[in-house]
């Protein structure tokens, strides 16, 4: 279980880097993609923070996650300037694709050809 230390700064750093994506993420990915953080964990000790990203308007969501992998020196460097002041130390990060949504679409597809096929044999 989080402690509220661990919420307090995977918020912290969930507003900050969502603001990043947002300033710099289209030199990143390109403008095409809407990309999000959806969640941040911090490990007990603060210094990795798991980063939840959720990507629209690609099939290939993975390759953005790479990109940003690629990014990373920049991308930390920056959330480190914004956040450099309310923290000791800069932890690292660490992105994962979160399908939650997709997950919810591809469920909500099933139950509607469940439901059209159960009307269908109602008939």
């Known amino acids: 279980m989080e402690s509220i230390r ?23 990915y390109g403008r095409d993609k809407l ?10 000790d603060l210094l990795i923070a798991k980063i939840y990203i959720s990507v629209y308007g690609t099939e290939n969501k993975q390759e953005v ?19 450099g002041k309310q923290m000791r130390r800069m932890p690292e990060l660490e992105f994962f694709l ?6 919810m679409y591809r469920v909500e597809a099933l139950l509607n050809r469940v439901g059209e096929e159960d009307k269908k044999i109602g008939k």
């Open 65 to 83: 996650i790479l990109m940003m992998e690629d990014n990373y020196p920049h991308l930390r460097a920056a959330l480190s300037s914004k956040i």
């Open 6 to 28: 661990q919420k307090q700064v995977g918020e912290v750093i969930r507003r900050y880097f969502g603001m990043i994506l947002t300033e710099e993420g289209s030199n990143i």
């Open 98 to 103: 979160d399908d939650t949504v997709d997950e």
């Open 35 to 44: 990309v999000t953080v959806t969640e941040v964990k911090m490990t007990p």
